[in-house]
């Protein structure tokens, strides 16, 4: 049970952290942020979280990060099952906190902070180049986490959370002007379950996803090889 508490926890850490940021850059507040300031915040809440509950769950914080575990033996799957819905609940409690704390016209505005497209663009971006980005940052990401969390190599040097912050950081600032960068789908789940809006949200589900185990499986199978 302290595992999923502490998936819970941290992934709620994440969450409020990555909504606040984007809700604090619209009207009234207008903290002027940016990519970079919504970037930074969710890559140190992320390098954070991992830190403090690395030691306990492993500190996957994100649903794709479980599958890629599942995937490649590090993790059973009533206890990935439950991961991912304590992660989900984390997610969600700290978007239904964000529209207590933030302003109806920030939340609305920003759509609650779901990972998306930008607004004027949505129709423009295709599903396949929303499936293909989130595939390929989930993919890095999950590489990361691989290269400093499980392998002992890496983790020798104790920099994992830092490096998968920076990570997340980086691919924000990649791809989030082309679908949110969400590479987690509990990040999209809460806000989309809290705003009732379920545009596309299946990509961010099927596309981290299937980075996360690809990364997986190549990190475990070709890389990790017999060094375990």
Not at 104 to 112: D, H, I, T, W, Y
Request: hydrophobic share 55%; aromatic share 8%.
């Amino acid at each position: 049970m302290k595992q999923c508490l502490a998936e819970f926890i941290g992934t709620f850490f994440f969450c409020f952290a990555g909504i606040a940021a984007i809700l604090s850059t619209r009207q009234p507040l207008e903290s002027g942020a940016g990519l970079v300031g919504i970037a930074l915040a969710h890559g140190l809440a992320v390098s954070i979280a991992v830190s403090v509950f690395g030691g306990v769950s492993g500190a996957h914080i994100n649903p794709a990060v479980t599958c890629g575990m599942l995937a490649t033996g590090r993790i059973k799957l009533p206890m990935a099952a439950s991961y991912i819905v304590f992660q989900c609940l984390g997610s969600a409690l700290a978007a239904f906190l964000c529209t207590i704390i933030f302003a109806p016209e920030a939340v609305r505005s920003a759509n609650l902070g779901i990972p998306l497209p930008p607004a004027a663009e949505i129709m423009e971006v295709s599903t396949p180049v929303v499936l293909l980005v989130e595939f390929i940052l989930t993919f890095l990401l999950v590489t990361v986490v691989f290269g400093t969390a499980v392998d002992e190599r890496g983790k020798a040097v104790k920099i994992c959370g830092f490096a998968i912050g920076l990570t997340v950081t980086m691919d924000i600032l990649a791809g989030g002007a082309v679908t949110g960068a969400s590479m987690n789908p509990a990040r999209s789940f809460g806000p989309a379950l809290i705003r009732g809006h379920w545009d596309l949200h299946w990509c961010y589900w099927v596309a981290p996803i299937a980075g996360a185990v690809v990364a997986a499986m190549i990190y475990h199978h070709l890389i990790l090889s017999n060094e375990e």
